[in-house]
């Protein structure tokens, strides 16, 4: 098993951005979700029209997949990759065992996510804008924390796809929320060009 590994600051600081975006989404839910339990009549902010409606999505019952509204887990899970990327940057230096753990919680994170995209698409029929910050932070920490774990030797891969993730990490990120974008654009096309 490799030494363990810094991460490096720019790896850190990565997380420390993704990480604050995913808590300020999760925070602004929150805040919208308790009003909303207040008053049922409530429109967040960010409900915009028909389609941007963050109002459809929390009274959705994916919006509480494990029986909690889900922002309540954004605000544990993405606080405890702030800490990540603070340590990273203050030279903290981690195991192969905790990559892996914490690669585990970004691949649950992303599937998460994914679902949750699926369900606002094509069940739910309507966007969150600040689920879509959640959605984009979430896919960012994946891809890099997948790089790192591969291009250093904790989770085996071939010597061409270490390199390609070492130097193209960025490739991998821009693609999936470029679908995810483009999903999004075709889903309601008919809405955008009218």
Not at 97 to 109: I, K
Request: net charge positive; proline share 6%.
């Amino acid at each position: 098993m490799p030494k363990p590994l810094a991460g490096g600051r720019g790896f850190g600081l990565l997380l420390v951005l993704t990480g604050a975006a995913g808590l300020l989404a999760s925070w602004a839910i929150t805040l919208d979700k308790f009003k909303l339990l207040q008053n049922p009549n409530f429109v967040p902010g960010c409900s915009l029209n028909p389609v941007v409606s963050c109002g459809s999505v929390m009274k959705s019952e994916q919006a509480a997949a494990f029986g909690f509204p889900n922002p309540m887990l954004g605000l544990v899970a993405y606080g405890i990759v702030v800490c990540v990327g603070m340590s990273l940057i203050a030279g903290a230096r981690f195991p192969g065992w905790y990559w892996l753990l914490f690669e585990a919680g970004c691949l649950f994170g992303v599937g998460f996510v994914s679902w949750l995209q699926y369900e606002s698409l094509y069940r739910i029929n309507a966007l969150c804008l600040w689920c879509a910050l959640a959605w984009v932070a979430t896919i960012l920490m994946f891809w890099y924390a997948t790089s790192l774990v591969v291009a250093h030797g904790f989770l085996p891969a071939p010597t061409w796809l270490k390199g390609f993730l070492a130097e193209f990490t960025w490739v991998l990120p821009v693609l999936h929320i470029g679908v995810v974008g483009m999903l999004i654009l075709t889903r309601w096309w008919d809405f955008w060009t009218s």
